[in-house]
């Protein structure tokens, strides 16, 4: 097997892998890439990409026909084809529980393990609790016909909406391996991102598991944290914005990672840090990490105040009203809405009697699979149109830039609650409308 250009694979083709994927043909490695979805697979091979995720499909169709990528869901092929195999499945909550679900992961080494007969490196690159590569690696060697394939865990922290970005040009690369063999392989699977000067942090199994978890509760930590702000904001007359952009000119806090508002979402950064805390309380540090349940917990509390806001606009009560909601996904430039707050507030109303409708410009097919009882409409003015309230729930640009005279032609009532402190209240104010925010007078 060659050190220089190992050919790779890709098990689990969703906004991780696919995006891997394409990334590592365009910077010029072999490529196989498996789902166990055919519907999926099907889509990919040509030349489609079933997600929204920009720069994405541009650079999909770019290799739709070059031969050093293609799709299968044969595990057999997909072993017998790549030196190098990462693991890219979901890591889901479990229903009803703190932890995370590790069925698929587990799925993924049984039925690659089997065929793989020559000399391999396996990746983890799935967000996993501290403990499973070990366990993953004792799963695979159970079941591998040779002894000659090694495992490595490689966190990856895209971002959904800048994945493409963020996968060709890493802000660091964590090799967790137990070997310099295997090191060596993983230098070879991202010569091109070590060459421009990615730091490469070289560790063990667990500190490579941790590392990811670790990022991302800090980064939850530090939104709940000037949400948290907001919350005493409120309480004051004081304007979180301003706070927010007073502290973050301060090197050491910073800006980024800082804007109060309704909250995160998504299908990482709450799921993984209340698989934290599940893990740690298995470790029995519990202790350590007790902080989580609170950043949570802010978190969650910035829901049920955007609730307040729009009722305090509408008389104390959603029944009969008719409510605006912009933005289905959990942030702008995605279509995911997995534990998504626009919907989660889209849906609260709806169920206190507000006739919701939604506006995303590219959520809504995901939005109607997750809360099939919701109405969705194909326009930014077909949801304004005879609105009580209009909810701001996720900060599309569209949504950023409209123009509070033109849009108050539309609406039934000039009311405003802006979910993501990204109106200028002075703007809107003086054309009529009524404005809340989260942390701001
Ligand atoms: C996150 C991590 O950033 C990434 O490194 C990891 O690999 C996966 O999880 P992602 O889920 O794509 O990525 O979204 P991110 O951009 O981190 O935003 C997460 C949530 O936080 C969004 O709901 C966003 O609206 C919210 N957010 C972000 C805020 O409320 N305020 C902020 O200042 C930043």
């Given at each position: 097997m060659s050190t220089q250009r190992p050919r790779l694979s890709v098990i689990g083709t969703g906004y991780l892998g696919a995006t891997h994927a394409v990334c590592m043909v365009e910077l010029g490695y072999e490529v196989i890439g498996l789902d166990v979805d055919t519907e999926k697979v099907g889509r990919l091979a040509k030349g489609e990409v079933p997600f929204y995720e920009p720069g994405l499909p541009e650079l999909l169709t770019k290799h739709?026909?070059?031969?050093r990528l293609r799709f299968t869901t044969s595990y057999e092929e997909a072993a017998e084809f790549a030196d190098v195999h990462f693991i890219c499945v979901g890591t889901p909550q479990k229903k009803g529980e703190y932890?995370?679900?590790?069925r698929y992961v587990e799925a993924a080494f049984t039925s690659l393990s089997p065929h793989l007969s020559r000399k391999a490196l396996v990746v983890g690159k799935s967000t996993v609790p501290a403990g499973t590569a070990a366990r993953m690696e004792k799963l695979m060697r159970s079941l591998t016909p040779t002894k000659d394939v090694e495992l490595a865990w490689n966190p990856e922290f895209l971002r959904e909406g800048l994945a493409v970005q963020d996968t060709m040009h890493p802000d660091r690369l964590v090799f967790g391996v137990n070997s310099d063999w295997a090191e060596q392989q993983l230098r070879a699977a991202f010569a091109p991102m070590i060459e421009e000067g990615t730091p490469v942090i070289v560790t063990d199994f667990a500190t490579a598991e941790l590392v990811k978890v670790a990022a991302n509760s800090f980064l939850a930590t530090k939104i709940s944290f000037i949400n948290a702000m907001a919350e005493v904001c409120e309480a004051t007359g004081a304007d979180v914005t301003a706070l927010a952009d007073a502290i973050g000119h301060d090197e050491r806090i910073g800006?980024?990672?800082?804007r109060s508002g309704l909250g995160f979402g998504g299908g990482c950064l709450p799921k993984d840090i209340r698989a934290f805390i599940a893990r740690a309380g298995e470790l029995g540090v519990d202790q350590a990490v007790s902080f989580l349940r609170e950043v949570d917990e802010i978190n969650l509390r910035r829901r049920a105040r955007t609730l307040e806001l729009g009722l305090d606009l509408v008389d104390?009560?959603?029944?009969g009203t008719r409510i605006a909601v912009l933005?289905?996904?959990?942030?702008?430039?995605?279509?995911d809405v997995r534990d998504s707050p626009a919907l989660d507030v889209a849906a609260s109303i709806e169920r206190r009697g507000g006739d919701v409708v939604i506006y995303d410009p590219h959520a809504i097919e995901n939005a109607r699979r997750v809360h099939p009882g919701l109405i969705y409409v194909e326009s930014l003015e077909e949801a304004l149109l005879g609105a009580d309230v209009t909810m701001l729930l996720t900060e599309w640009d569209e949504f950023r830039s409209m123009d509070p005279a033109v849009v108050g032609k539309l609406v039934g009532q000039r009311n405003i609650v802006d979910g993501r402190n990204v109106l200028d209240p002075v703007r809107w104010r003086r054309a009529g409308w009524r404005y809340r925010a989260l942390g701001r007078p």
């Open positions: 739709a026909t070059n031969p932890s995370a679900d590790l800006h980024r990672f800082l104390g009560t959603y029944r933005g289905a996904a959990f942030k702008p430039n995605s279509d």
